[in-house]
Structure formats: C-alpha cells, structure tokens
DNA sequence: GAGTTTGAAACT
DNA sequence: CAGTTTCAAACTC
C-alpha cells in the first residue's frame, strides 16, 4: 500500500488534497491487524491539519457477499464489467459504490457491519446482488451502520471508534444502499460520533433487480444519489459508478494527513448506463458549517447539502440533470477559514474530446482553499488529462502529453501557482489500481471511453513548510501491487491569497520520490511555465473557462515575481537562456531555477532542471530551501505604492561594481540600493550623479534603440505593403515588374544618359547644385521610361 | 568568442 | 557567522 507519509501534507498547499495510492486488498473483508497499522499514520509525527481535528481515514464500503476469492479477482483485475470504483478517502470520508442493482430491499445487513474492521489499509467495497455488506476500510468501526427504517429512511448511527487512535478521529460515514427500487443512493457522512445521519429515500418503485452478472449492461440508467452530510472540511469525493459490476473498490486513506478529494474514474466503459461522478466534500469534523456541494452528474441523482453540525438529519434525494458522461468535483472550502462562505457552485464542464469523456468541476464554496484528489482507474494504459479548478477561479486545459501521463490541472483562485498533476499509470492494470491511502476512486463508464491513470492533486497542509519529498509507504503483504506508474505534479503559477501564506516557501518543484514498491509515485510541484512545456505537445484548451487565461505563448513561460517585476511583466519578456554548465541547472546560480523556471531553449549543459529529473529537481530545491526557506521569493518585495518602496530583501554586498552594474542585483532591478544593502562604494542612490548619468545613457540607448526598432518595423512593412501591392501586377498583368527591366543594358544607358547631363552642365559651367540638379532629373525621366516602357515591351529602351 | 570581472550562492 | 570556494552572469577585449 502506499501511503503518503505526513510530509506530505506539509509539501502541499492545503487547498488541495491529495489522495495516495487506492489501496487494494485481495481479501474483501480485511481485518488484518498488521495491515491496519502499518496503514495508520504516525501518531508521533502529527501533521498540522487544515482542521484541527486529526484527520482518519474513514471508509464503510459496501461489500459484497460474494466470495473473497471473487472479490480479490475483481479488484485485482480490471475487468470491463467492473463497473464501479470507488475509491478514496480524506480523513474522514467514507465512500460507497453501489455497483449493482439490488434486487434484494436494504440490502445491507447487521451481519456485514459485523464485518467492519479497522484496517486502514485494506478497504474493499463490492456489492453482489445477493446483498450488500459493509467493510469499514477507515479506523473506527461502525457497530451499527445504520439502520433502516421503513419510510424509506436510513439512518446512520456513528459509533466512537474502537481503537484508541480512533477516538481521537473524526468519524466519518459513508455508505451505499441500492434500495428495492434498483435505485442506488450514496452517502458520503461525517458527523459527529454517535450523531445518526437520516437519509430519506424516494418512494421509488421496486425493480425486479436480479443480480446483474459482470460485464452485462445495464439496460437501465443507474440512479444514484449522494449524499454528504458532516461538518468536516475534507473534500469529499464520491465516485458513483454505473451500476453494472458488482465490485466497487474502496481504498482506505492513510490518514491523517491526507485530505482529498479524489475522483474515481472507472475505467471500464459501460455502453448503455449513465455515468456519474461526484465529489463531495466531506463536512467538516470541527463542526464548523459544511458545505457540501454537489454537481448533477448525467442522469446519476445527487443530493448535496449544506450540512450543519448537528445530525441527525433527513436529506431528500434529488434528482441530477447532467445527461453525459461527466464527473463532478465539488471542492469545498474549509469551513474553518470560511465558515460562513455561501455555497457557491460552479460547474466547469471539460471537454476532453480526445478521451471521450467530460470532467465536471463544480466549486462548491468560494474562497477556502479546496484539496481535490482525483484518482483514475484503468484498465488500459492511457493519456488523459484533467483540469481542476479549485477555488473561485475556474479553468480547464487539457494537456495531451507525448508520454503515458495524465495531466491535471487545478488552480487555486488567488493562488499565484497552478497545480497541475500528472499520473503516469501505464502498465497494464487492475480495476483496483493502488490507490494511496484515502484515494477513492470509482469509474463509471458509459461515456467515458477510455479512463486513464489516477489523477492527484495535493496541498500542503502545513504552512509555510517547505516542500519536502516524500517518499510513501512501500505497499504492505497482501495488497494489490501494480505496476502502474504515476506522477503528480504541482505547478505554482498563479497568485492565491489564501493559500498564499502556505504557498510563499513552496518550492518551484516538489517531487515525491516513490517508494520501493509504492508504484513509484512522485509528487513535483512545478512552475507555472511547465505548463507551458506541457503544451508544446500540443493541448486542447477547453473553452468555458471563466478566469482562467490559457497559456498561449508555447515560449512565453510564467515566472514567478522577480525583482519585484510582476509576473505578467517578466512573462512579456522572453526569458532569458541559462548557460549552466556544473551546476546541472539546479542551484540558485541557475536563474532558470532560482526562477522556479524548468529550463528551457537554454544552452546550459547536463541540465537536470527538467521533467526528466524531477527528483533530482525536488531534492535540491529542497536542500535550497533548507538553506533558506526564503529561496524562492521574490528578492525584490514591492513596495507600498511603486517602485520607489521596491528594495531588495537581502541587499546587495557588492564591491567593486559601484552598484552601478548589473552586477548588482539591485542595480539590475532597476532599484535602488536600501539599508538592507551591504554594498561598498555604492553609487546607487537616488542623488549619485554617476547613477543619473548612466540613467541617462541607458535611457537614450533604450530610446535609440526603439527607434531602430521602429524604423525597422516601419521600413519592413513598407516594403511588405509594396509587394503586397505589386503582386497582382506581376500576377494579374502577366508582366514583370518595372526593376526587372532595369537590365545592365539599361543601367549602362541610363548611366550615359546622366554622365551627358553631367558633361553638359560642366560646359555650361552651371553651378554645382544645378548640375546635380539636372543629373537628378535626368534619372527620374529615364527611371520613368523604364516604368512606362515595362508594359510595353521585354526590351525598354533608354534614351536621353 | 575568449577571457576577465563580479557578486551571489554554496560550502567549510 | 565569517571566510573561502564555486558558479554563472556581466563585462571587456
């Protein structure tokens, strides 16, 4: 299993979430002891949480009744007929698939609940038509699930965790039923412990839901409604799946320090039900007000609430609009920074024409940071790629990368970095991908042709850390281990205000260093720019994007604010190539580095500042970081209003420069040197005469220059203009152009005709003026003989 | 373009 | 923290 260790959480923004590896048990209901520990975050190495309340991984899947052995092989394999995934977990999410069609009514059972474990790492969810049970892949243990009541009503009582480590945890339930209508509802709870979670079903008709052999289609559209109820602030994403196969997979998030939401994507692809993918966020523990937003996914019902600390609770279920193929991300602020946000909800529907399928982002609160996790099964190695918005801002791009990798994007509103994640999950995998620890994912299918890799977003949970690698948990004795390789990445780019502070000592890139045997997961956090070398391969931007401006400049790269020059200043300006040499383009001698730049059209040499290296880029911006946690800042702050409070943060220590070279970093951000300089002999003050003169110079230099430049322009469009003109002459007459006739036989008599002139005035004894007069005269008739002539005839004649 | 100068970054 | 070394950009020729 791999488990995403708390520096992690430290490394990513608290926006974002960021789910690990979906872990795969062979045994469908695990209670091995041994495997829960090992799942069980460190207890000693506590990672400030968004929340203060430690976050557990809950999990209550549903769980079939079918054999282990047929368990284990649906979850190990992707199959086609796998129509449900569902995977993930924050702390405290629970999630459940439905993946069938119950013909049986309130298929879940005392008997099953029985079965609820405590192993974190092995979760397992599969719903077999002869019934529902439930396995607990989260810590606490659910005594009595819940109970149905006969108005169609579900009531989920939590009870307080058994272990000692799990009392301390927020509980969370999330549960699944498919009613006798065939109807399946999903419920994503976190409440308070002890708290019931009442869930009142719609009077549905009971369908004579036999049970549905894998792989057989479904005939009939799956209706699904989810429901999230909790005060927790996670991010809560809840994949639904067509309810086709009878195993849905549920992972159990390592704990604490994970906070996700991750979407499921199945990869299997169901030719006739509905596909829905929702995410939820969980409620917040802290019973702060929860927001829970939840997008209408395809023909899928979702019942989204605000919920209130205070269950229980009955929650209608509605129905979902959506008619394709979509998933839904409603990323929800924490309450604890917004505790009165209203709920906002913004659809983003991606177009991903290329994959056959659509990713829906629905933002569900404004301004608190969102931790989405999104997870894709496959059962095919594919490329796909993913836009998240999270947060107020919105925006899509879809980024088709030349290699196996899947590419997310998410950007954080205010947040001046782009998180864009890449999952590489290629070799050959099971339905039941490893998943980090509180990853769920769960793909439906129909639309959905192709579903690729896990996509993963973090957020570093612990302010102003410094991004450290992480190295998750190699997989534990009886998980499924996968070959899949997968990548996430980070990119800063964009300004987020609230994220901002955890944000400031973010390195340009972070990459997590997979374990032995964690199927090489890598985490990077890259600029912005890498964006930009994502898209050399060519991209789709998904139009719809509301505050998002795509990238468009392939060699235009984003930076970072430097020097105090914004980032749309620097970015207007080409960067400028590096020409390391031994550095390998990874220390701060390498601007395209210190910039939090990959490096890029450069002439430097054994550079490792690239995505080819992205360990070796997070270890050293790491060991930067540990020597300064402020190396990546902006040397420059700017100051209060204009440039005239901009000074460097440091100061300059130069010593023979005068500071009146670029030499001198404040000289070269056109600044002057403050009381934070060191610097001898400085002539960079405001009165130094030196630093005017050379001012001066500068700026003729700069003034000549543009006028250069201008003239240029000007001359090259003239001379465009006149060829744009006399093209339909040569095209259109059939002749050629009145120069072409200007032969060297012409020449020659237009050159004796002038010496005449010239002779003539020179016996005249006319005045010099007069005689260049004449000559100059003389050379505009016969240039106009030669004009009128090129109509006329191949062969103009000149005569004086 | 090669060599020198310079100062930040890295190292001790 | 200070001194030294390394490094790459800036600069000079």
Known sequence: ?????????????????DTEAIVMDDEPHSESPAASGQSL????????METDVPAVPEIVSLCSDAPPTQLTQALTTSTPTDSTLCSTTSATQLLLTPSTVSSSPLPLRPATASNLTCATTKTTTSISPAGISLTSGGLQKLSAPFTLSANHQIILNK???????????????????????????????????????????????SKPGSGQVLGEAKAH????????????TDLKPVMVSQAVSSV??????????????????????????????????????????????????????????????????????????????????????????????????VSLPLN??????????????????AKVVCSQSTSQPMKSMQAVT?????????????????????????SRFHYVRLVTATTGNSTGQAASPGTNSSMTAKPMVVNTAQ?????PIVPAQPMKQVVPKPLTSGQVVTTQTQQRLIMPATPLPQIQPNLTNLPPGTVLAPAPGSGNLSYAVLPAQYVTQLQQSAYVTLAGSAGFSTPTGIQTQARLPLNGVSTSDTASRPRKPCNCTKSQCLKLYCDCFANGEFCQSCNCTNCSNNLEHETERAKAIKACLDRNPEAFKPKIGKGKEGEADRRHSKGCNCKRSGCLKNYCECYEAKIMCSSNCKCVGCKNFEESPERKTLMHLADAAEVRVQQQTAAKTKLSSQISDLLTRTTPAITSGGGRMPYTFVTKEVAEATCECLLEKAEQAELNHQPQAAAERMVLEEFGRCLMRIISSAGKTDCPSINC
């Not at 299993?1 to 979430?17: K, T, Y």
């Not at 975050?41 to 400030?48: C, G, L, N, Q």
């Not at 996509?455 to 957020?459: I, N, T």
């Open 1 to 17: 299993m791999e488990v995403v260790s708390p520096e992690l959480n430290s490394l990513l923004p608290d926006e974002i979430m």
């Open 41 to 48: 975050p460190s207890e000693d190495t506590p990672v400030p």
């Open 159 to 205: 009870v307080a965790s058994s272990s000692g480590a799990d009392t301390t945890r927020s509980p969370g339930i999330t549960t699944t039923s498919t009613p006798p209508g065939g109807q399946k509802f999903m419920v994503t709870a976190i409440g308070k412990s002890g708290q019931p979670i009442v869930l009142q079903l719609p009077h549905t008709g």
């Open 221 to 232: 559209p799956q209706h699904f409604k989810v429901v999230t109820i909790g005060g927790r």
């Open 248 to 345: 849905s997979q549920v992972s159990s998030l390592q704990a604490q320090q994970l906070k996700t939401v991750q979407i499921a994507k199945k990869a299997q692809v169901s030719s006739a039900g509905p596909i829905k993918f929702i995410i939820t966020k969980a409620v917040n523990s802290k019973g702060l007000t929860a927001q829970t937003s939840v997008s209408n996914v395809i023909t899928g019902r979702v019942l989204s609430t605000s919920s209130p600390v205070t269950p229980p609770r009955t929650i209608t279920l509605s129905e979902t609009l959506s008619s394709t193929s979509k998933i839904a991300i409603s990323p929800l602020k924490s309450p604890s920074k917004v505790p009165s946000s209203p709920q906002k909800s």
């Open 352 to 369: 991903m024409a290329h994959l056959g399928q659509q990713i829906l982002v629905q933002q569900s609160t404004a301004s608190s940071p």
């Open 390 to 414: 999270v947060g107020t801002q919105q925006f899509k791009t879809i980024f088709p990368l030349s290699t196996p990798s899947n590419v997310q994007q998410i950007q954080v509103p205010g």
């Open 455 to 459: 996509v993963r977003m973090s957020v």
